[in-house]
């Protein structure tokens, strides 16, 4: 009986903790816009030593050109700029393959791709 409660123990204790594996993070590095033909030239670059750069020219009297610092938190990017009198996309959404980032603002919802 004392064999069969500690084989039963075993396999619970193998199940569970082979049930909490980590994931690998998708590397959000990289350039991402619309393609080269659309007038909004909306771009999205992403660099390894934690700065970006974002311009939106889909409004030509209200440009947005910015750059600061971003953070990733599990599938979301998140950017940081000292620009703050400046409204833009700040929070995008990594896709599972790392090749499309997506964001909303309002009413405005923008889809980058990899362009790399």
Same mark, same amino acid.
């Given at each position: 009986? /004392? #064999?069969? &409660? ?15 594996t980590t994931k690998n /993070?998708?590397?959000? $590095? %990289?350039?991402?816009?619309?393609? #080269? ?9 992403? &660099?390894?030593?934690? !700065?970006? !750069?974002?311009?939106?020219? =889909?409004?030509? /009297?209200?440009?947005? /050109?910015? =750059? %600061? !610092? ?10 940081? =700029?000292? +620009?703050?009198? &400046?409204?833009? *996309? *700040?929070?995008? !959404? &990594? =896709?599972?393959? %790392? ?12 889809? $980058?791709?990899?362009? +790399?």
């Open positions: 009986m /004392k #064999a069969l &409660l500690r084989i039963s123990i075993l396999v619970m204790v193998s199940v569970i903790s082979l049930s909490f /993070k998708v590397s959000p $590095l %990289g350039t991402y816009g619309v393609s #080269a033909d659309d007038f909004s030239q909306i771009q999205l670059v992403i &660099l390894p030593n934690q !700065t970006f !750069t974002y311009q939106d020219f =889909s409004v030509a /009297k209200h440009k947005i /050109k910015i =750059s %600061g !610092t971003w953070v990733q938190k599990g599938n979301k990017i998140i950017l940081k =700029s000292s +620009e703050s009198q &400046l409204r833009f *996309h *700040h929070v995008w !959404t &990594l =896709s599972t393959n %790392g090749k499309q980032v997506k964001s909303r603002k309002g009413l405005c919802y923008y889809s $980058l791709c990899r362009v +790399e």
